[in-house]
């Protein structure tokens, strides 16, 4: 068997029909066409540095079979149902769901508790706050099978690489049904409207296999012993009990926080970033960034941005966060009384809109930490969202203001379409945002519109807010046992616990968290 590895550069007519790259593949290869045998792609990337925007591949050239396990190993999951060895995971999210699986693989039992509905039913609620403005706290965009990622985007993107296997994430999520794209793509993206389907699969392959998952399952308290915690207490008051626990909560849990810091078990306030939503019209981000008005087979183009920022001689970073080109912006409150934005796109990414967060980085001397404590950030979280919530006149109305207007501080006469459903209330965003933050967002978008033609105009709008880009609260964990350093059996994991950033991230995470409840049973 013959194998060369090559990296190419092909326009994008060429890069997406598959027979025309498999000959461009072939030839810069010096293999003669139809004398290979398979052509393995291994990245995709879009190049749009030059005039005109290429697309770069990797590949291997295999002139014989190629090796069995190229796309493997696929996971085979033992059945654990009559196992005594049970893990109680609080959270079907990412972490919670990945979790499982290898807790499956290595023997044990997973019992996981969601406190929202199943990833279909879980859509009816969603409806209710984009057309009847009525918030679940227990079922929303938040909350429910698959965490704040499934209807919020299903980007894969990672750059925590050094935390686990992101192969090995992305081949599991493939084998339950994902599109085999997202192993080549250098930014995978699955969609919103498919996601679902994968997250459904990673379920019935859980209960095929002897596992639990129970919805509409909420855990109110903590069965603590002696600095152990034995297991949880259930809003219907049944008490599980378990040698170990995986808390996989996500990053809006604040109940759970609540609870940690009400049964003194030791939390701590965390760095994050909140801002606003910046919405373009697409054509204006695909004309910047490929330099054409028309972008062909080239996917809707996105863009990355960070500036530094200095107010009152503190500095922070402003920047782009959760990019979705192609997509919309969605209401993710948790709560009535609070207005809340996120995004997300469909595979196809397909919308007349571009989104992203533009959002501010907030560290603990921006805390009211002597009066908070540990809850400082959160309690600076609740009252930003309260805050838009009245400026925008109470429902999920969001309130917004012309990107150009904003930077001058002048109060938008009128708005732009937008894709947010509850639609948007004109506001000047310094009221909701205050003084200090407003200005770093100025900063940045000054900044961006120098990098982006047409960027920081009144061709966009933003909307507020994104304030929940990561968990505000960090469960603490020793590095070595990945156990609370102060009560054993908890193991706190994912995004809600401050240890991951996104849908691969927190897998990863979830991954570990079995494996380091197995060294307990071992």
């Known amino acids: 068997m013959f194998k060369k590895e090559l990296e190419v550069l092909l326009t994008p007519e060429v890069a997406f029909d598959e027979l025309a790259r498999y000959e461009a593949i072939l030839e810069q290869a010096g293999v003669q066409a139809g004398a290979a045998d398979f052509v393995h792609l291994k990245r995709r990337s879009i190049d749009a540095r ?31 149902k009559t196992t005594s060895d049970k893990v109680l995971i609080v959270g079907a999210g990412p972490a919670g769901l990945f979790a499982a699986l290898r807790c499956i693989e290595l023997g044990l039992k997973p019992i996981v508790l969601e406190r929202g509905l199943d990833v279909r039913t879980r859509r009816r609620d969603l409806a209710a706050i984009n057309k009847d403005q009525v918030v679940n706290p227990d079922s929303n965009y938040c909350f429910g099978e698959g965490g704040a990622g499934t209807y919020s985007d299903g980007k894969l993107y990672t750059r925590a690489t050094k935390r686990g296997d992101v192969g090995r994430v992305l081949r599991r999520l493939v084998q339950h049904g994902a599109t085999p794209d997202i192993l080549v793509d250098a930014h995978p993206h699955i969609g919103t409207n498919k996601l679902p389907a994968v997250v459904q699969a990673l379920r019935e392959a859980i209960i095929e296999a002897g596992g639990e998952v129970r919805f509409e399952t909420r855990v109110t308290d903590l069965l603590l012993e002696n600095n152990r915690l034995r297991g949880v207490v259930l809003a219907s008051g049944e008490a599980l009990e378990a040698e170990a626990t995986i808390l996989a909560t996500g990053h809006s849990a604040r109940d759970i926080y609540e609870l940690l810091h ?27 960034q490929y330099r054409r008005s028309e972008r062909g087979l080239l996917p809707a183009a996105s863009y990355s941005l960070v500036h530094q920022t200095e107010v009152r001689g503190e500095q922070r970073g402003v920047f782009s966060f959760c990019m979705c080109p192609g997509g919309f ?14 995004g997300m796109s469909p595979s196809r990414r397909d919308s007349r809109f571009a989104n992203s967060g533009i959002v501010a980085a907030v560290e603990l001397a921006d805390l009211d930490v002597r009066q908070h404590g540990a809850l400082a950030g959160l309690r600076f979280q609740q009252a930003l969202e309260q805050r838009a919530c009245q400026a925008a006149g109470g429902t999920q109305q969001a309130p917004a203001q012309l990107l150009g ?9 009128s708005l732009l379409e937008t894709s947010y459903q509850p639609g948007l209330t004109s506001v000047r965003m310094d009221d909701v945002l205050g ?51 102060v009560v054993a ?18 897998a990863m995470d979830g991954e570990r968290c079995a494996e380091a409840v197995f060294a307990v049973f071992s």
């Open 262 to 288: 009400r049964r003194g078990v030791l939390i701590e306030a965390k760095p994050f970033a909140l801002g606003v939503r910046v919405e373009h019209p697409q054509a204006l981000i695909d004309q910047a």
């Open 329 to 342: 912006i969605v209401p993710a409150a948790t709560a009535p009384g609070e207005v809340v934005v996120n």
């Open 405 to 413: 207007d904003f930077l001058k501080n002048k109060m938008s006469g």
């Open 435 to 485: 003084p200090v933050l407003a200005e770093r967002l100025r900063q940045g978008f000054r900044d961006f519109g120098r990098k982006i033609p047409g960027y920081a105009t009144n061709a966009a709008q933003i909307v507020g807010v994104e304030s929940r880009t990561s968990a505000p609260v960090r469960i603490p964990r020793d590095p070595a046992t990945l156990q609370h350093p």
């Open 50 to 80: 030059g005039r005109q925007p290429l697309v770069r591949l990797r590949a291997d050239v295999y002139t014989g079979p190629p090796p069995p396990d190229l796309f493997g190993p696929w996971f085979i999951y033992p059945n654990v």
């Open 489 to 506: 059996g908890l193991f706190p994991c994912g995004e809600g616990a401050g240890y991951a950033g996104g849908i691969v991230s927190a």
